[in-house]
């Protein structure tokens, strides 16, 4: 089946770096992919949705110079996380469609700010 | 009101047990409905997906849905401890991203 690969799975970084997160679709393209911000005990929250060659759109409340989405290829896209604070720690997680609205997700990522 | 309501759970239950696991909805958009399984600190894993009101059979899983009263359902048959995981429900209008419920926690006793 289709699968779509994160990475990393997990990371830790001090407070005001900046932390790239991968997302690639790897046996079929994604003009579009998503990524989602979760929680403890909590559901996925939309952040932006990623699309090949042209900016990301990004949802209401969420920070585009904070979080960096660049979509370089129909099977890659990246979330950079800029001037890291503890706040942003959290599991975010990627995902693809690839027909319709069969989304595919990634493993996630598990980002701690120290 | 939020635009999907799932109970979070945890919802607990023998081994070989019938699971029914719900979300209602109140955005009339909605045409595609989906479920998702995730185990602790996984991606969702996506079980069933339908575009339309009524039945949808997968070996153990079958998933409804109502349109005309919002509501959507995911049963499991012979339940397994396997299946021990959060189950999201989600939502959309189109190609654009989803809209999630809070996912049920489900334990499986063996």
């Known amino acids: 089946g289709a699968v779509v690969s994160q990475h990393p799975s997990r990371v830790i970084c001090k407070s005001g770096t900046s932390v790239k997160i991968e997302c690639r679709s790897l046996d079929f393209q994604a003009t579009t992919m998503f990524w989602y911000r979760q929680f403890p005990k909590k559901s996925l929250m939309l952040m932006a949705t990623s699309n090949e060659g042209s900016k990301a759109t990004y949802e209401q409340g969420v920070e585009k110079d904070k979080f960096l989405i660049n979509h370089a290829s129909l099977t890659l896209s990246t979330l950079t996380v800029t001037s890291a604070h503890p706040e942003d720690s959290s599991f975010y997680i990627c995902s693809a469609p690839r027909t319709g609205i069969e989304a595919f997700f990634g493993q996630g990522t598990r980002l701690t700010v120290v | ?110």
């Open chain 2, 1 to 110: 009101q939020k635009e999907v309501e799932q109970d979070p759970g945890p919802l607990s239950v023998p081994e070989g047990a019938i699971v029914s696991l719900n979300c209602t909805y109140s955005n009339s958009a909605f045409q595609y409905f989906m479920w998702y399984r995730q185990y602790s600190r996984k991606g969702p894993e996506l079980l069933m997906y339908t575009y339309s009101s009524g039945n949808k059979e997968d070996g153990r899983f079958t998933a409804q849905v109502d349109k005309s009263s919002k509501y959507i359902s995911l049963f499991i048959r012979d339940s397994q401890p396997s299946d021990s995981a959060t189950y999201l429900c989600a939502m959309s209008g189109g190609a654009d991203g989803l809209t999630f419920g809070k996912g049920t926690h489900l334990i499986i006793q063996p």
